[in-house]
């Protein structure tokens, strides 16, 4: 099933499940609980990010080639930041470069995002896909200039700026999606793919992510998890390619749909 979140012509949030022919059906109930499909037609005012997340937990040089072209080595265990909940925007809505705190090198960076569907604590990989709700696409928006100097060595101010983190345009259940580490994924800027690669060149598998996070942490229902990106991001371009006002910039996932956001 394909979950979309929306709000209606008169502000209220609700979700609801597309269907083949684009419409959607009103969800009944929580979707981190007990939930049914009604035969109801959404009212969709707005398209929104599919999940309000609890936490956003974001995994570093998770692939293969990307690690390569950062001139960084093959990490032992799976490397951890974050990203503030406030950063998530929706699809169609702008990416924002940052003016207060000034930044000439925002870069993209397409991602498979999970979402935790229940709680989760000690997670074993056999038992990681039990709790996993959905996938949905993300954008791991990158100040680099932040990112990299002025942070004081941590990644997150770099990473958490508002609008930072666009969602969707849907929430895949799993069962549509048996195997999410072998799926094609692309950056699309300006009309042309600047990454293409699978998500299976990953370091760290989906379920071996869900027993790291999970282990002596509980892992909420709402908890996003941004799996890494691949090579290509416009960092390690010559000359870098950094995003610009008037840009937009779309990330695709098999199985999953595009997530396009403008640049402003």
Known sequence: MKIIRYSDASGQIHHAAQQADGSALVIDGDLFGRYSVSDRKADVAKLLAPVDPRAILCIGLNYK???????????????????????????????????????????????????????????????????????????????????????????????TFDTFCPLGPVLVTPDELPNPNALKIKTILNGEAVQDWNTNDMIFDVPTLIAFLSADTTLLPGTVILTGTPQGVGMARKPPLFMKSGDSVTIEIEGIGSLTNPVQ
Request: charged letters at 20%; glycine letters at 10%.
């Open 65 to 159: 080639f990307h690690a390569e072209e950062s001139g960084m080595a093959i990490p032992e265990n799976p490397v951890l930041f974050m990203k503030s909940p406030g950063a998530v925007q929706n699809p169609g809505d702008p990416i924002l470069l940052p003016t207060h705190l000034k930044s000439n090198s925002v870069d993209y960076e397409c991602e498979l995002a999970i979402v935790i569907g229940k709680k989760a604590t000690n997670v074993s990989k056999e038992d990681a896909f039990k709790y996993i709700l959905g996938y949905t696409c993300a954008n791991d928006v990158s100040a680099r200039d932040w990112q990299k100097n002025g942070g004081g060595g941590q990644w997150c101010r770099g990473k």
